[in-house]
Antibody, heavy 119, light 108 residues
Framework: QVQLQESGPGLVKPSQTLSLTCTVSGGSISSGGYYWSWIRQHPGKGLEWIGYIYYSGSTYYNPSLKSRVTISVDTSKNQFSLKLSSVTAADTAVYYC???????????WGQGTLVTVSS | EIVLTQSPGTLSLSPGERATLSCRASQSVSSSYLAWYQQKPGQAPRLLIYGASSRATGIPDRFSGSGSGTDFTLTISRLEPEDFAVYYCQQYGSSPETFGPGTKVDIK
């Protein structure tokens, strides 16, 4: 059973960089066949796709966030990470990491972590 | 960007009733790359349907998906108490991937 777990600071100051890590267990990122994604959900709102990465390092980002987002992978630790720069209060959200197959949707999700942007 | 519209916004039904949820796309969804998710308060979304009509692993057969192009439907044949939740559709055939605003199914 694949499990994903987000970790990182729950509070980030405005203009700083939000950094989160997703640790994958029960499956290897480097085995291929899946993309590893970040999705966020503003409080009481819908879901927003941030982007995803393949084990090779190929990345795909939402154009609305592309200038501020970096997703990276560390296959030796079976982790992938999100960095979002120059954050504002509008970036306050629950951030989820998830696994996505090329045809099969987002089948495994982390529990989510709330990140609040506030001074 | 493909915009997804879901209707109704809220669906009030009783256990045992049939639920029909609609998802309409602003342009054709590539190769039926349309998924449905269920989300309960404080939980991550759960994949129900992918490829417009394929049930994900472990999903009961009371959940079914249909549609193609720009019009898709999620049907819950007989609502169980645990089915009262918010349902999102998502298209993952075109970048950026997008989600609909959700339909809340609550108890009448």
């Amino acid at each position: 059973q694949v499990q994903l777990q987000e970790s990182g600071p729950g509070l980030v100051k405005p203009s700083q960089t939000l950094s989160l890590t997703c640790t994958v267990s029960g499956g290897s990122i480097s085995s291929g066949g899946y993309y590893w994604s970040w999705i966020r959900q503003h409080p009481g709102k819908g879901l927003e796709w941030i982007g995803y990465i393949y084990y090779s390092g190929s990345t795909y980002y939402n154009p609305s966030l592309k200038s501020r987002v970096t997703i990276s992978v560390d296959t030796s630790k079976n982790q992938f990470s999100l960095k979002l720069s120059s954050v504002t209060a509008a970036d306050t959200a629950v951030y989820y990491c998830a696994r996505v197959g090329p045809y099969s949707g987002y089948d495994y999700w982390g529990q989510g972590t709330l990140v609040t942007v506030s001074s | 960007e493909i915009v997804l519209t879901q209707s109704p916004g809220t669906l009030s039904l009783s256990p045992g009733e049939r639920a029909t949820l609609s998802c309409r796309a602003s342009q054709s969804v590539s190769s039926s790359y349309l998924a449905w998710y269920q989300q309960k308060p404080g939980q991550a979304p759960r994949l129900l349907i992918y490829g417009a009509s394929s049930r994900a692993t472990g999903i009961p057969d009371r959940f079914s998906g249909s549609g193609s192009g720009t019009d898709f439907t999620l049907t819950i044949s007989r609502l169980e108490p645990e089915d009262f939740a918010v349902y999102y559709c998502q298209q993952y055939g075109s970048s950026p991937e997008t989600f609909g605003p959700g339909t809340k199914v609550d108890i009448k």
